[in-house]
T-cell receptor, first 114, second 114 residues
C-alpha cells in the first residue's frame, strides 16, 4: 500500500540557515504530493503541492520537487525564520481510479532559533 | 479558508460515555474526512464520506461511526469512549483547484477521555 517516510525530528536551525526536510514515498499509480504545516494548537495548512513528476511546488519561500526516479519530495527553504518553527507533514494523495486517500508521514518538527 | 468548522473544539469526557464531533462545511464539497492525530503516527484516516449517506471506513475505524444526512455536516461518534481515543480529531474536505484535488483541514477538536 501507499506509504510516506520523512526524516525524524526535531530539526533545530539558526535563523537564516538552509532547510531540507527529506520525504520519500511508496505508491502505485500517479499520486499527488503535498507538504502541510502545523503551527502549535492549530490545524494543518497546505504549504505546497505537486501533481506530476518533475513538478515543483512553491510557497512562502519553500520549495519541493516531485522526483519520480527517486520517489522523493524533499522540502527546502533557503533562509529560515523563527516564524517557520512548526511541524511539517509530507503527504501522498491518491485520487484517481477510485482512490480517495491522503497518506501522511509522521511529521518533522522544526525549531528555528535566533 | 475552506469554510470548515469543527465543534466542539475541546472536550473532556469520561470513559464509556458517547461523544459526537461535528464537522460543518459551507462550500458544498462532496468528499469529507475524519482523521485523528497522535504523536509518532502522523494523521490517520478514520472514516470518509463521498456523498449524503455514503460513507466508508479508513484505517482506524474501530470504535467510531459516522453519519452524513446533509451535504454540509459530517458527524463522528464514539459510541463508548475509551482512553485510547484521546486524540486530536481533524475534519477535512476535498476540494478541486486549478492544480487538481487538494485536501483542506479544519482547526481540530481536542478530545480527552478520562
Amino acid at each position: 500500500g501507499d506509504s510516506v517516510t520523512q526524516m525524524e525530528g526535531p530539526v533545530t536551525l539558526s535563523e537564516e540557515a538552509f532547510l531540507t526536510i527529506n520525504c520519500t514515498y511508496t505508491a502505485t499509480g500517479y499520486p499527488s504530493l503535498f507538504w502541510y504545516v502545523q503551527y502549535p494548537g492549530e490545524g494543518l495548512q497546505l504549504l505546497l503541492k505537486a501533481t506530476k513528476a518533475d513538478d515543483k511546488g512553491s510557497n512562502k519561500g519553500f520549495e519541493a520537487t516531485y522526483r519520480k526516479e527517486t520517489t522523493s519530495f524533499h522540502l527546502e527553504k533557503g533562509s529560515v525564520q523563527v516564524s517557520d518553527s512548526a511541524v511539517y507533514f509530507c503527504a501522498l494523495g491518491s485520487f484517481t481510479g477510485g482512490g480517495n486517500k491522503l497518506t501522511f508521514g509522521t511529521g518533522t518538527q522544526l525549531k528555528v532559533e535566533l | 479558508d475552506a469554510g470548515i468548522t469543527q465543534s466542539p473544539r475541546h472536550k473532556v469526557t469520561e470513559t464509556g460515555t458517547p461523544v459526537t464531533l461535528r464537522c460543518h462545511q459551507t462550500e458544498n464539497h462532496r468528499y469529507m474526512y475524519w482523521y485523528r492525530q497522535d504523536p509518532g503516527h502522523g494523521l490517520r484516516l478514520i472514516h470518509y464520506s463521498y456523498g449524503v449517506k455514503d460513507t466508508d471506513k479508513g484505517e482506524v475505524s474501530d470504535g467510531y461511526s459516522v453519519s452524513r444526512s446533509k451535504t454540509e455536516d459530517f458527524l463522528l461518534t464514539l459510541e463508548s469512549a475509551t482512553s485510547s481515543q484521546t486524540s486530536v480529531y481533524f475534519c477535512a474536505i476535498r476540494g478541486m483547484t486549478h492544480s487538481g484535488n487538494t485536501i483542506y483541514f479544519g482547526e481540530g477538536s481536542w478530545l480527552t477521555v478520562v
